[in-house]
């Protein structure tokens, strides 16, 4: 299930990209998710954990992955609250897709595009979100 909440305060990491470059591991690179999303968000093929090919920047390790990946990378991977506007509206079905997987809270200081129903709990608000146009209600009430 997905949870959003709209107040930094319920952050624990609000640089995650930083975060990323000093925590992850490399067995993370052999997740098919993770290989996917990667492909998609940063249009990169991962060759190896060491090694990325982005038809952009060529060969490029997993530290100059965007930002919006490795943050999704982080949602999937770890048990902690990130920063989603750190994510490109290009995430937001990743961040659906990791939620269905496992309990995922988010925070987000803009409106996100999810373009899309999903149903999502407010934490600030306690109201479940069952549609995109309930979504956006609830983040005019909160930012």
Known sequence: MLRMTFDKKN???FNSDTYFDLNYDEKWFSDPFVINMIEDVDDSIVRSPFCIESKVLGQIPPSDLSGGVKTLILMLKEDMVFWATACG???AKWILKIAEKK???ICLS???EFRCDFEALN???GILIRSEDDYRKECFKCL
């Open 123 to 125: 934490i600030d608000t």
């Open 110 to 112: 803009h409106i996100m």
């Open 103 to 105: 309990e995922l809270t």
């Open 89 to 91: 509206d290009n995430c």
């Open 11 to 13: 952050l624990t990491v």
